[in-house]
C-alpha cells in the first residue's frame, strides 16, 4: 500500500531558486496538509486543502503556495527559496468525511537551502 | 486555540525499563488527541488516538496512553522498552470539527542496552 507519496526525497537549492514540491495519496481522502519540521518545534501546518478545490493557509504559509491539482494530489511550491526555508517537509492526508479520522503522513522531502 | 505541551526533550531509558511520556494540551472541550511516532529519516507514524469513552486507550507496539480531563494530560506509557523503541513521539491535539492537528514539540527517546 503507497499511502502518501512524497516527491522527491531530498533537494538541495540556492537561495532564489523555486522549486514544487509533490505529494499523492491513494486512500480517496477527502484532506490534505503540508507540514514543515524543524528541531525542536514539532511540525508546523504550512496549508491545507479540506477539499478538492478548496485550500487554506495554516500557522506560516508565507513564502509558499499550493495546488490542489486533483482529490489525490496536493503540490507545495517555494517561488523564491530562502535559507529559512532549509527545513523537512511533510504531506498529510485524512479522510475527514468520517469523524476522529486520523493524519497519514509520508516520509518527508528533506530540502536544503544554500 | 488548541496548543500541546511536552515537557521532555529528551528521555533516556534502558531496555527494559517501564516509560512515561508526557503530554499536556489546552482545549475548551474534549479534543481528539493522538500520539505519533517517528523513527529517523522517516514520516510520522500513528500510534494511538483518543476520541471518547474509555479513557486508557492501547495502540500498537505495545503502547498505550491515558486522558485525564482533570490534568488536561493524554501521558504516553509502555510497561517495557525494547532497543527498536528509540524514535521520536509527537502528541498531537485536534478540536471536534477541526481541520487542523496542533503538535507538541516532540520528546526524543535514547533506549540503552
Known amino acids: 500500500n503507497a499511502g502518501v507519496t512524497q516527491t522527491p526525497k531530498f533537494q538541495v537549492l540556492k537561495t532564489g531558486q523555486s522549486m514544487t514540491l509533490q505529494c499523492a495519496q491513494d486512500?480517496?481522502?477527502?484532506?490534505m496538509y503540508w507540514y514543515r519540521q524543524d528541531p525542536g518545534m514539532g511540525l508546523r501546518l504550512i496549508y491545507y486543502s479540506a477539499s478538492e478545490g478548496t485550500t487554506d493557509k495554516g500557522e506560516v504559509p508565507n513564502g509558499y503556495n499550493v495546488s490542489r491539482l486533483n482529490k489525490r494530489e496536493f503540490s507545495l511550491r517555494l517561488e523564491s527559496a530562502a535559507p529559512s526555508q532549509t527545513s523537512v517537509y511533510f504531506c498529510a492526508s485524512s479522510d475527514t468525511g468520517i469523524e476522529n479520522q486520523p493524519q497519514h503522513f509520508g516520509d518527508g522531502t528533506r530540502l536544503s537551502i544554500l | 486555540a488548541q496548543s500541546v505541551t511536552q515537557p521532555d526533550i529528551h528521555i533516556t531509558v534502558s531496555e527494559g525499563a517501564s516509560l512515561e511520556l508526557r503530554c499536556n494540551y489546552s482545549y475548551g472541550a474534549t479534543p481528539y488527541l493522538f500520539w505519533y511516532v517517528q523513527s529517523p529519516g522517516q514520516g510520522l507514524q500513528l500510534l494511538l488516538k483518543y476520541f471518547s469513552g474509555d479513557t486508557l486507550v492501547q495502540g500498537i507496539k505495545g503502547f498505550e496512553a491515558e486522558f485525564k480531563r482533570s490534568q488536561s494530560s493524554f501521558n504516553l506509557r509502555k510497561p517495557s522498552v525494547h532497543w527498536s523503541d528509540a524514535a521520536e513521539y509527537f502528541c498531537a491535539v485536534r478540536g471536534q470539527g477541526a481541520q487542523k492537528l496542533v503538535f507538541g514539540q516532540g520528546t526524543r527517546l535514547t533506549i540503552n542496552p
Open positions: 486512500m480517496n481522502h477527502n484532506s
